[in-house]
């Protein structure tokens, strides 16, 4: 007889042995500590930052300019460094790196 593996899994049907098992991917877990912005400033969900230097933007003739406000903002898990998704007017729904926003 051969041994066979035995999966574990939560009330949502995810594998419960991996930590974070359930989520969305890319978003952080409920209770997870925010991230700090440009200046040092702690963000959570929810937060309106303002944009600190001017993004080239591929795809747009133009970029996003440096003082646009960013409200409503959701900290995720980045991928190389964008931890922040947001809409911005003009642009749709985007990632930024914290390091280029300030909380307003």
Wanted: aromatic share 0%; hydrophobic share 35%.
């Amino acid at each position: 007889m051969s041994a066979r593996s035995v999966r574990v899994h939560g009330a949502d049907g995810a594998d419960a042995r991996r930590p974070g098992a359930g989520q969305a991917p890319g978003r952080r877990r409920a209770g997870a500590g925010g991230g700090q912005d440009s200046v040092g400033n702690v963000l959570s969900d929810g937060d309106t930052v303002t944009v600190v230097e001017a993004l080239k933007v591929n795809g747009s003739a133009s970029g996003v300019k440096a003082g646009t406000k960013v409200r409503d903002i959701r900290l995720v898990d980045g991928v190389d460094g964008h931890d922040i998704e947001c809409r911005i007017e003009g642009f749709g729904a985007m990632r930024l790196k914290s390091g280029v926003a300030k909380k307003a």
